[in-house]
Structures are given as structure tokens and as C-alpha cells.
């Protein structure tokens, strides 16, 4: 249908090339504090951090922040704590009932406190949406500085689902009034290792 | 009705129009906050135009580069040339998955092509799952601004809404209470859906990917329960490489709310296997604006909103006013391009403060552009005769020096002596809701002159 006739406009519309311009990484750099930037930009977008001196407190660190989660979904060997396992075949709409979801962040992001989690770490796309409230288990080595590098780490990967997600659902829809908890987790918890 | 008219409507409560303006400008403010704590802003803000002007002028190298990645990666890729095309592209995939419930993030675009009336008048059931197009949509009115879709209602006026189509119980405008239950509401929504239809950011051509940013994770509630996904984009969405989205989410989440990044930035290239994703690409009057030089520019919109937000008239005269799915200053440069008659009031709707230039993430010259737009529209648009006559009038008082100053004087004597009632009379717009200044017996030119006398 539209095709020829859309390209077809745009060469006969388009100015003369313009040349795409290189990002000169250099007008970005600055000294920070990886770790304290990121914690504090976490809290900034309505997250917690909680930080670990061993994985092994994790489950129990978890228990304490979460007592009431029944149904969870734990994507990462680092926690016990799965009542319901998920594989790629499972229908996204029976993740309706989980609690509570644990995964595994692939590198977090210190400008503005997003994390990179990815298809890899959980083989239904919806969960880290639908579940209730959301752990994203992350190693503190694991921290870039900004988006620019940021999409250096994620140049090469398998590209299918992946996003960065920062802070827990949130609107202020009604009166500019801020509420936590609108379509998507009701809650975020990072938990630096 | 033109810009002013309405604004006049929307003026009628006070109380109503001054919380708007104070509630956009605090979101300005959080917009510069979160600039300033950015190194190289400006440098950013430099690249994003760079980076679009590069896209405009290479634009159907890049929509071919970006389908055929996009088919590689299993997506299909639909092309329309305008609004009927779209509606009818969608409606036909719903049609072949026999989908009867439809769940929608937010997109302008499909605002643009209202699509909604389109799918409820073949009996599909159309829900807008962003909470502000939610309230709107029930409300049964369009967003009026593209951010904050809901900005012109009072949370009253939304606890009312809810009563009625949700069965709340009142909660004097509770935005928690009303959040919940709107969250419970959707929740079923998002469930039952059949197809799940989203705008997008940012498409990638380099990859055949594209981005879909989100707070509250509705796009992605939908589109990850629904069998089917739709992505409706205009052609200007196109960015050449991923790494440009480095630039671009840096600056649309802060430009927009002032928020570091939105909470979701969703990045799809493949749909989940045994499930459909679809891209439908549409012009609707782009490749017209295209060609036009002066406004081209315009093509580079991210949609952050931020003109919106800073703009004097905007954020005193609200959404609805301007009549155009993009409203403000943004919208006042890309309607006259799809209707110059209709939308001829609208390059007016400015005080020409420049002030959504020195915002805008892209640096789109938007008040250049409203200037430019005026000299159009009074050649090609007929204009009021009240308006041309005096116009006309004060073009030759100010070219004649004596007469300047007789009009000066008169002007003096008539606010000074005449009755309040002549003075305040509807004829004065400048003494609409304001007192006018105190008048003095001189000039500055009378005054200059007996202080150059008095000081030797």
C-alpha cells in the first residue's frame, strides 16, 4: 500500500545529506562515586537498596522486607526462596497471582539508577511487570556510569526483550499527586552483592 | 472556535487555571533540575538535532534499513500513507486474530488517526491503559497535553469519574485510592486482552528494534500478555544506531517530567516465538512537512512536552484550547502544516518568549517557526477585519513621530479622566483581570528632556 508512495515523497522532499554527527564521549566526563551515586538515584526514583555483605544473607534479608510474599518466582540460584518455577512455555497470564519476583540485574546504571534485565534472566517476558513486587539481585562490580556506556556493555547481546528498568511503576496522573504502583510493580528492591 | 476563544473558556475558572499554571511550571523546574545535574547538556542537546537532522535528510534509506532488520528478526512491517490507511492496516490484523478486546499505551500517533472510533465502530473494545488517558478517555474527551494527559482535571472532578464508570466510593479525589482501583481495573484489562497496541520512542535501523518508554509499565502489560502487538510510528521515529538511544533517553525523561529516565525503556527485537509483532509506519502529512524548509525541523520532535510546560500561553490557556492532538507551541508549528485553516489562530497562540526553544531536547527554533507560520497565515488566511484595520492604524502612527505623540497624549488623558466603566470596557483587552498602571503626565520623551535641562 503506502510504501512506494511514502519513500517515494521523502526523496523528493529530503534535504541535501546532513552528516550524522560522532558522540564525543569526552564532553561527558566526570569523577563520580559509581556505587553512592547509584544508590542515591535508586531512592531518587522511588527504589530501595538494600546492600549485602555475603549472598548467603539473601533469602533472609529478602523474608525480612517481604514477610507476606507466598507465590514467588526466584530467577537467580542465589535464592531458595521460588515456590513456582517458569519456563518459556508458560502462559504470561497465570504469572497473574505472583507475589514477588527475584532477578538477576545484568549492570545497573549510576546516572539515573536503571538496571539492565533481560530476557536471559527470565524466560517470561511479563514477569518483572506483573509480579506484585520486584527484587533485582545485582553485583555492585556490575555499575557503568551513563547510557552512552551503558549501550557499549549491551552492543553484542542476544537482542530480543530487554529493558532498563528504574524504580518501581509509577503515575501522577491525578493532580500531579506521585503514586507508586501503577500497572506494574508495586515495589522495587535492589539488592547490591 | 479560534486558540483565544477557547482560552477564554477554559479561563472562566480561576481557580482552576492558576493551579494549572503553577502545576506546569513546577514541572518545568524539575525539568531544569535534572538538566543542570547533567554534564555536557548541551552538548546532548546538540547531538539529538544533529542526530535528527541527519535522519530527515536520510529518512527513507534509514525506514528501508530499519524493515528489512526488522523482518530478519521475525517482525512484520506494515507502511501507511495516512490515517485511513493505518486504521484500516490495524483493524485488519485485529480482524484476522478475530480480536475483540484491545489494550492501548499511549500513542499520539493513533490519537492523530483516531483510531479509537474507528475499532468501537466495527465493535472492538478499546482500552487506553495509561492512567491519564484512561480518566480522558472515560471522560470521553482527548488527552490535553501529550505527557500528562489528564493535567486539566481537577483529582475531584476524577474521584467523580471513577464513581461513575468504576463504582469507587468517594474519596474527596484520594489519588491513591484512585490509583489502586484503577490499577485492579486495568489489571482485568490487560488479561483479557486480545491484541495490545503501543506507540514507540525510538526505532533503531541499524537493528530493526524499537523502544517504547513507559512509568507505569502499561505498553508492557500489554504487550507481553496479548497474543498480538502492534507498534504504530510515525516515519520521523527512526534513529539511525543504538547507541543514539544513549543520547535520546538521556534527554527525554528529564526534559519531560525531570525524572533521571523513565521506569520502563523497553527494548524489543524479536517477538516471542508463536506470537505476532507488528510495525505499522505511517506518514499522515510528515513527507509534506518534510518539504517544507522552515518547518522541517519540526519532524525532529521527541515528544517530551516540555514547550508545553514552559510556555506562558500553554500552561494559561490548557490543552484543549489549541483544538490539535499535539497542543502547545510544538503542536502550534505542526497543525498549521496539516490545516492551515483550521489551526490559522494557532502560530498566534505565543507571546514569541522563545522560552520552548531554549527547552526543547532537540532544539527545534520553535518560536522562529510560529513567526514564520504568521506570515502564511496572513497572507492565505483571511484575517478579521478589526485586527488588519488596526494593524494598519498603528503602522502609520508609529511611522509619523507627531502623530505617535498626540496618540500618546490623548491615550494619557482618556486612562487618567475617562469614567472606570469606558476604560475597563470590553474594547480593553489589557484591562481584563488586571488594573492598569498609574498614569503620569509626561513621556519619556518629555521626561528625558527636562531631566537633561535640569542636569545641564
Known sequence: MGRAAILKSIQENKPALVPLPKIDLNSFDEIVDLLETFKSNVKLVGGDVIELASINDLDTKINDVYPNAKKIVAQTSASNLGTISIAKDTDPHSLEIID??????????????????????FPVRVLPFITNDLVIVLSKADLCDTMHSAYKKIANRQRSFGLFL???????????????????????????? | MSHSQKAALFNKNETKVNWHDKALWFVREKRDTAAHKIKGWEYLRELASGIKANVLSNLDNYLVQFEQNAKQNGIIVHWASNAEEHNLIVHKILAKNNAKKVVKSKSMLTEECHL?????????????TDLGEYIVQIAKEPPSHIVLPAIHKTKEEVDELFQEHLGTTPSNGNPEYLTNEARKHLREKFIEADVAITGVNFAVAETGGFVVCTNEGNADMGAHLAKVHIACMGIEKIIPKEEHLGVFLRLLARSATGQPITTYSSHFNKPVPGKELHIVIVDNGRTDQLSREDFRSSLHCIRCGACMNTCPIYRRSGGH?????????IGSILSPGKDLKKHSSLPFASTLCGSCTNVCPVKINIHEQLY?????????????????SILKIVGIVLSKPKLYNLAGKSARFVLKYAPRFMVYSNINTWGKARELPEVKNQNFDDWYKVKRKNNG
Open chain 2, 116 to 128: 479509537n472510533p474507528y475499532l468501537e465502530a466495527k465493535g472492538i473494545e478499546v482500552v487506553d
Open chain 1, 100 to 121: 514477588l519476583a527475584i532477578v538477576k540485574g545484568e549492570f545497573g546504571v549510576t546516572e539515573n539508577g536503571a538496571v539492565w534485565i533481560s530476557e536471559e534472566q
Open chain 2, 372 to 388: 514564520k507560520w504568521r506570515q502564511i497565515v496572513t497572507k492565505d488566511v483571511k484575517q478579521p477585519l478589526v485586527k488588519k
Open chain 2, 321 to 329: 484550547s489549541y483544538d490539535a492532538t499535539i497542543p502547545g507551541p
Open chain 1, 166 to 193: 528504574s524504580g518501581p511503576s509509577k503515575t501522577a496522573d491525578i493532580e500531579q499527586c506521585l503514586v507508586i504502583g501503577a500497572q506494574g510493580a508495586m515495589s522495587l528492591t535492589i539488592v547490591l552483592v
